[in-house]
């Protein structure tokens, strides 16, 4: 495998990893999911480059940019696990119900019926 593009798989996963974990939003997981795996990512650009090396090296070269994808998708999956469950413990924060408060009045009787046909007259 050429050591250029061993090297930039290494200086991409080192830079992935901190990236990923320091996003704060969701959308935000995705547009750095994209920047890394993306079509124009930057592994992407690496898997790109197989097709002008010899059999051996593409071989070596090829396992060497899917384990790095693979460990990139792990990250952003663990991130996007975390942001989800601290975005469902804020919204149970929000809406706390206090069981110490009386419920609901169940409504009492009906409305008669002359006054639903005026009603629905209107």
């Known amino acids: 495998m050429p050591d250029g593009a061993a090297s930039e798989l290494d200086a991409i996963l080192r830079e992935a990893e901190p990236v990923l974990?320091?996003?704060r939003t969701q959308q935000?997981?995705?547009?750095?999911?994209?920047?890394?795996?993306g079509k124009k990512g930057s592994v992407?650009?690496?898997?790109?480059?197989?097709?002008g090396l010899p059999p051996a090296?593409?071989?070596?070269?090829g396992a060497a940019a899917n384990r790095a994808k693979e460990q990139?998708?792990?990250?952003?999956?663990?991130?996007?696990?975390a942001l989800g469950a601290?975005?469902?413990d804020a919204a149970l924060a929000q809406k706390r119900v206090d069981v110490t408060?009386?419920?609901?009045?169940?409504?009492?009787?009906?409305?008669?019926p002359v006054s639903r046909?005026?009603?629905s007259m209107h």
């Open 21 to 23: 974990a320091g996003a």
């Open 28 to 37: 935000e997981l995705v547009e750095l999911r994209a920047r890394f795996l």
């Open 44 to 51: 992407s650009g690496v898997l790109r480059a197989l097709g």
């Open 57 to 61: 090296e593409r071989a070596a070269l």
């Open 72 to 81: 990139i998708e792990r990250w952003a999956d663990a991130r996007h696990a």
């Open 86 to 88: 601290a975005a469902r």
């Open 101 to 112: 408060l009386p419920g609901a009045a169940a409504p009492r009787g009906h409305m008669h």
């Open 117 to 119: 046909v005026e009603r």
